[in-house]
């Protein structure tokens, strides 16, 4: 993975405020379409989590169709582990 990264959590922000990770970004998945944009422009590697990988396959696919350079990172409590926060 690259030096910097960047988490976009495409839960709720109900779910966002009740677990997340320090320091990641919360874009709804139904707001993605509407950010593009804006998430083109972050810096770093993006990797995109939810609850289960479900909602950010979804929002990874659709980011990706608009080239944007990222991955699923699956469930958030998943992604924290492996990056070890």
Do not use: Y
Request: hydrophobic share 35%; aromatic share 4%.
């Amino acid at each position: 993975m690259a030096d910097k990264q960047l988490i976009i959590d495409v839960r709720t922000t109900v779910e966002f405020s009740l677990g997340h990770i320090p320091n990641s970004i919360n874009i709804p998945l139904d707001e993605v379409p509407d950010r593009v944009e804006e998430i083109k422009a972050m810096e770093g590697h993006i990797i995109l989590c939810c609850a289960s990988g479900g909602r950010s396959g979804n929002a990874t696919g659709f980011l990706q169709n608009c080239g944007v350079d990222c991955e699923n990172g699956g469930g958030w409590r998943e992604v924290k582990e492996k990056l070890g926060l």
